[in-house]
């Protein structure tokens, strides 16, 4: 299994990524998606989760409604997130985590940095 993370850099406040997640080593289509992020000195939080095909749907932590959107393209086992309108608190590191029945599976993180 392997969760492979992509499209983390530098950015300026108010700018946008798209951060990428290539799944592979599982039936992604049934797995539900997310993203988490730990910036420094804090503890791992959730971002952003979006069901498989007939799930519950969506959900965004109130501190990304509005700015950031989760997707998925099952043809590809990918998960993204773009993010817009950063602020220099969205400096994180971005983790995929996907959920296949009861395993879990993480990435190894991108570096998601915003300049004030």
């Known amino acids: 299994v392997q969760l492979v993370e992509s499209g983390g850099g530098l950015v300026q406040s108010g700018g946008s990524l798209r951060l990428s997640c290539a799944a592979s080593g599982f039936r992604f289509s049934s797995a539900d998606m997310s993203w988490y992020r730990q910036g420094p000195g804090k503890e791992r939080e959730l971002v952003a989760r979006?069901?498989?095909?007939?799930?519950?749907?969506?959900y965004y932590a109130d501190f990304v409604k509005g700015r950031f959107t989760i997707s998925r393209d099952d043809r590809k086992n990918t998960v993204y997130l773009q993010m817009s309108s950063l602020k220099p608190e969205d400096t994180a590191v971005y983790y995929c985590k996907g959920l296949y029945y009861t395993a879990e599976y993480w990435g190894q993180g991108t570096q998601v940095t915003v300049s004030s």
């Open positions: 979006i069901s498989r095909v007939g799930g519950a749907g969506n």
